[in-house]
């Protein structure tokens, strides 16, 4: 026994001595990321594919339940679930529908982030169109941001909330050049070049020990392609480019071999043909206004992607509950098997949202809305995600190269709770309260 605990502490050694050798960090999240990408080499994503061959690497990652954008971001940077960092949709419930309102500002989140961490052990840090991260405690911060009534111009919000004031200025004066709208609109890939030559700027010009960079557009031709449609395809091809300029700027920064990148995402992506309304259910029961008239609501479903969550206007409203389970239960056996009941105990195990009391989760094709109003099923196309993250399609991807990783390590399966504390492993910093693991194979020996 005295042998092992003293072999145990020799590797543990090993790993601290490993981790105090790298300084620095990089972290890329594409959008809608899939392991195929790096995994099936007719997908235009060298850059990916040679690190996937040269590192550590993933045949998927299973995701935060609902599967889409914002929270899984912020499970990325925290290392713990919706529940209890506290972003638990892309956008706050509200019984009255979408109104634009998005989780933007950090001081939402309840858990300690990795800039926060590596800010206590004296570490710099950076971010490039990472979600929530409005007034963030990063040293050099270009947030994902936009004004609700001007939402395809992003400059002037971008400009407001970076931090410190002037850097996007900067930014556009030394790397990028005077940006126009669709520079850093999502339809248009110059958005995920753009962003890929902030990122090389700052690590450049400032040498970060923690980098974070989201680059979104991979997620916008999913959403009006599907998995497979040739804008996917140049998607893809962009955000690779963008990887290798962040890969060229850590060689011109001369920190190339002391850096560790990490490239993941935060979903998979379904192809869809319909959408499903809900509410028309509860609405057609008393439950709920009409879509302009919600006042009077006792229970609403709050659609995200591929599953809607229930809520109740009174969390102890038991009779509303157990009437909307028996309006589904009774519901023609070909509406039935659009979409799977999640239960209360299986939302509380997935650590998703804690006011939400039931949840119903698509099967692949079909997705939801908030409509209070017929028709209950409308036509859709492209693609979706915020499914139950329980198969194939609906996973992300991982792969790492560079210093204190492995190589030639393949990693059947992880949780997206896993990246940060790796991260936090690879700088040497402390995320205490983070519920992942940090599978030793992905660290250098």
């Known amino acids: 026994m005295k042998k092992l605990i003293l072999s145990l502490a020799v590797i543990l050694c090993g790993y601290q001595l490993m981790a105090q050798q790298v300084k620095y960090v990089v972290l890329v999240s594409v959008d809608g990321f899939r392991p195929d990408f790096y995994m099936d080499a007719s997908w235009p994503a060298p850059n990916m594919q040679q690190m996937m061959h040269s590192g550590v690497y993933a045949e998927g990652v299973r995701g935060i339940f609902p599967t889409v954008t914002y929270p899984s971001h912020t499970t990325l940077i925290t290392g713990v679930m919706p529940a209890k960092h506290g972003i638990v949709y892309n956008t706050p419930f509200d019984p009255k529908g979408l109104n634009g309102t998005w989780f933007k500002y950090a001081n939402q989140i309840k858990s300690e982030t990795l800039w926060q961490a590596a800010h206590k052990a004296g570490l710099k840090t950076a971010a490039v ?8 405690d990063i040293d050099w911060n270009i947030p994902e941001t936009w004004l609700e009534k001007t939402p395809g111009d992003r400059r002037m919000a971008t400009s407001q909330d970076a931090t410190p004031k002037g850097l996007f200025e900067e930014i556009q004066a030394n790397a990028t050049g005077q940006l126009e709208a669709n520079d850093m609109d999502l339809h248009y890939l110059s958005m995920n070049e ?11 010009r400032y040498k970060p020990n923690l980098v974070a960079v989201h680059l979104p557009n991979t997620d916008e031709f999913e959403h009006m392609e599907g998995r497979e449609g040739p804008g996917v395809r140049r998607a893809v091809a962009a955000a690779d480019r963008a990887i290798g300029d962040i890969i060229e700027a850590l060689t011109k920064a001369g ?9 993941t995402g935060d979903h998979g992506f379904v192809d869809t043909h319909s959408s499903l309304s809900p509410n028309v259910w509860l609405a057609q ?14 229970a609403t479903f709050h659609a995200s992607g591929g599953s809607a969550f229930l809520h109740l206007k009174d969390p102890k409203d038991t009779k509303t509950l157990e009437q909307v389970k028996a309006i589904i239960a009774a519901l023609p056996v070909a509406q039935q098997k659009m979409f799977r009941v999640i239960d209360k105990t299986t939302i509380d195990k997935m650590e998703a949202d804690p006011e939400a009391v039931l949840a119903l989760t698509g099967e692949q094709g079909i997705s939801f809305n908030n409509n209070a109003e017929e028709p209950l099923l409308k036509p859709a196309k492209g693609g979706a995600h915020g499914y139950f993250p ?8 991982f792969v790492a190269a560079g210093a204190g990783l492995g190589s030639g390590v393949v990693l059947p399966e992880i949780g ?8 936090a492993k690879l700088l040497g910093i402390e995320l205490k309260q983070a519920e992942g693991l940090v599978y030793p194979g992905a660290l250098k020996k």
């Open 255 to 263: 920190i190339k071999d002391s850096t560790a990148l990490i490239i």
């Open 194 to 204: 753009n962003l890929g030559r902030m990122t090389a700027y700052l690590i450049r």
């Open 416 to 423: 997206l709770e896993d990246v940060a504390p790796l991260v």
């Open 129 to 136: 169109s990472w979600p929530v991260t409005v007034g963030a």
């Open 285 to 298: 029961n008393g439950l709920q206004g009409t879509t302009q008239d919600r006042g009077n609501w006792k």
């Open 390 to 397: 329980d198969f194939k399609e609906i996973r992300t991807g």
